[in-house]
């Protein structure tokens, strides 16, 4: 008896059927209902549909307990909505089920941030270092993690190897000129968010570069007409004092 292989073969050789009427079945296959309903919540979480992205990750999880897209999806969006314990919660679950994911280290470490739980932060950049040593975020968000920790001098090698690794990533210009802020380093302060700028016009460099120019120590520095320059960004740090904090997230939930 002939193998289906051979018999496409036969097919084409006597010109009985187009190759491109030849299609693997399997491309055919519907997803499972567990995959459409990650679709589904990747796809709420792309446009901040939050509460959606949370539903419909939860039912994923039903149908699959060992679903680490489905927590990993759940936990980001629990953290766009303030919830950090369950985001938290959701990222160690999945590490338990995908322990040598990097990403998701990275994740817990970018959860703890905003806890200002340094050690801990620290502890999963050191993680997902040892997965992955050439991952530029990795080491800007460990950048930050020491800078809790008051350990400046490391925190500056660390951004800078964040920028060794990418010399286009915009964040690691930025975590290191706050990096220097803390360190009384302004004329560098300047330079690295100034290049973050031209690399990515985002709204937290802004920000940050903002309070900076209207805040900074040293009234050599201080420049509130470039500061004002930045608006509305400005107004908003005026109205949120919570914008000063990280807002890096846009890589957040793994394809």
Request: charged content about 25%; overall charge neutral.
């Amino acid at each position: 008896m002939k193998t289906r292989f051979q018999v496409i073969v036969a097919l084409l050789a006597a010109g009985l059927v187009a190759p491109w009427l030849i299609v693997d079945q399997r491309s055919l296959a519907q997803p499972s209902a567990h995959e459409q309903l990650i679709r589904e919540a990747r796809a709420a979480y792309e446009r901040k549909s939050y509460e959606q992205a949370i539903v419909k990750a939860t039912e994923a999880i039903q149908q699959n307990a060992n679903s680490w897209q489905a927590f990993e999806i759940r936990a980001s969006a629990s953290r766009a909505t303030g919830n950090l314990d369950r985001a938290l919660a959701d990222l160690s679950e999945a590490i338990r089920i995908a322990n040598k994911n990097p990403s998701l280290y990275c994740q817990r470490a970018f959860v703890h941030y905003h806890k200002a739980s340094w050690n801990l932060m620290k502890s999963d950049c050191d993680q997902a270092l040892q997965l992955d040593s050439t991952d530029p975020q990795a080491y800007a968000y460990l950048a930050i993690a020491l800078r809790g920790l008051k350990q400046l001098d490391q925190a500056l090698v660390a951004a800078n190897k964040a920028i060794e690794l990418d010399s286009d990533y915009a964040f690691g210009y930025a975590v290191r000129a706050e990096t220097h802020n803390y360190m009384m380093r302004f004329d560098n302060v300047s330079k690295d968010y100034e290049h973050a700028l031209k690399l990515e016009r985002y709204w937290w460099y802004e920000i940050m570069y903002a309070r900076f120019l209207a805040t900074c120590h040293d009234a050599k520095y201080r420049n509130g007409r470039l500061a004002l320059s930045l608006e509305p960004v400005i107004d908003l740090l005026a109205v949120d004092g919570s914008l000063c904090g990280y807002g890096h997230d846009k890589e957040v939930v793994s394809e």
